[in-house]
């Protein structure tokens, strides 16, 4: 088994950066296939991007491409979100989430508790 923890979100201004931290105990995320998801308010939980195989493969979202940035550091056994260019739309709960077979939204099976993103407009 895994546990994830994220940290990292906050209030920003449109416009603006933040970056999201998840980092894993009790296995090695190396193993894993990881994700962002979020899930803003009266909608369903969204995947926002994925990495798998040291970071050789990635995935986004449309409404990401090109401002967001997954990422993993091994040594500190943690992935990142990086979120550039903020928009009000991008206000939601993000998760962290592992799979260990497989990287579809539904072989995500481990999650983190979730943390807050506002984006003001």
């Known amino acids: 088994q895994v546990q994830l923890v994220e940290s990292g979100g906050g209030l920003v201004q449109a416009g603006g950066s933040l970056r999201l931290s998840c980092t894993a105990s009790g296995r090695t995320l190396s193993a894993y296939a990881m994700a962002w998801f979020r899930q803003a308010p009266g909608k369903d939980r969204e995947l926002v991007a994925r990495i798998r195989f040291a970071g050789r493969d990635t995935y986004y979202s449309d409404s990401v491409k090109g401002r967001f940035t997954i990422s993993r550091e091994a040594v500190r056994n943690t992935i990142y979100l990086q979120m550039n260019n903020l928009k009000p739309e991008d206000t939601a709960v993000y998760f962290c989430?592992?799979?260990?077979?497989?990287?579809?939204?539904?072989?995500?099976?481990?999650w983190g508790q979730g943390v807050q993103v506002t984006v003001s407009s």
């Open positions: 989430a592992a799979a260990i077979a497989g990287w579809s939204q539904g072989n995500f099976d481990h």
